[in-house]
């Protein structure tokens, strides 16, 4: 499974973002979706690292959703952790039958998600908050700092989640726009050009050892994160 970013399924929008939010400053990639058939798509088209569930949506719900993701074999080894506001334990049992590795009951803080996320990851092996290394660049997720050589990097904090995006995503061109959508986020409204103002200081900072050939700008199309020249 590549690493990438944590699902979040929701039809409500408030919570999706909050969860979000969360995931997010604890140094994961989210993505958004509104109901399960959404979801499947992206589930099979981009294998995520782990989806967040809620039980009660339109369509079909997070129990349906979650025992088709486990009877297929592109995507039963994804890990999905259920929210529902049922706090019988019927139902938890019939959410952990259906093949969930986890079961969370609203109300629940974003910090006990985030834990409950870390754990399940660490479980499947396939948490995406190892560190990241291209040449002796190494990106630490679980401190959000950057080193060269053993030394840390001083950088900004949004500098540092561009760089871990590029890390993850290496090899692949991102306009301005993606770029603010993935690592912004979507609802964030604000010039594209703050992506260049952004990646000139990033490359400063990486400039040690010549490391700041490692974002490359793509003429007409944005820019790229290889090792490759």
Known sequence: MSAGFILVVDDEPAICDLICTGLEMAGYQTRKAANGQ???????????????????????????????LKREDRTKDI????????ADEDDK???????????????????ELTARVKAVLRRAGTSS???????????????QV???Q?????MGPKEYKLLEFFMRNP?????????????????????????????RRLRKAISVDNHERLIQTV????YRFSAEQ
């Not at 369509?59 to 025992?67: I, K």
Request: hydrophobic share 40%; with cysteine.
């Open 171 to 199: 090899n692949r061109v991102y306009s301005r726009e993606q770029l603010l959508d993935k690592v912004w986020g979507g609802n964030v409204y604000i010039d594209e050009r703050t992506v260049d103002v952004h990646i």
């Open 150 to 154: 053993g030394n840390t990097i001083p």
């Open 79 to 86: 890990p999905v952790i259920l929210l529902t506001a049922r």
């Open 219 to 222: 003429r007409g199309s944005g």
């Open 146 to 148: 950057c080193r060269i």
């Open 38 to 68: 959404i979801a499947l798509q992206m589930i099979i088209n981009e294998q995520p690292d782990l989806v967040v569930l809620d039980w009660m949506m339109p369509m079909m719900s997070g129990p349906e959703l979650t025992a088709r």
């Open 129 to 143: 908050t190892d560190n990241l290394t291209v040449d002796d660049l190494t990106c630490f997720p679980d401190e």
């Open 93 to 111: 049992i019939r959410g952990l039958e259906v093949g969930a590795d986890d079961y969370v009951t609203k109300p629940f803080s974003p910090r």
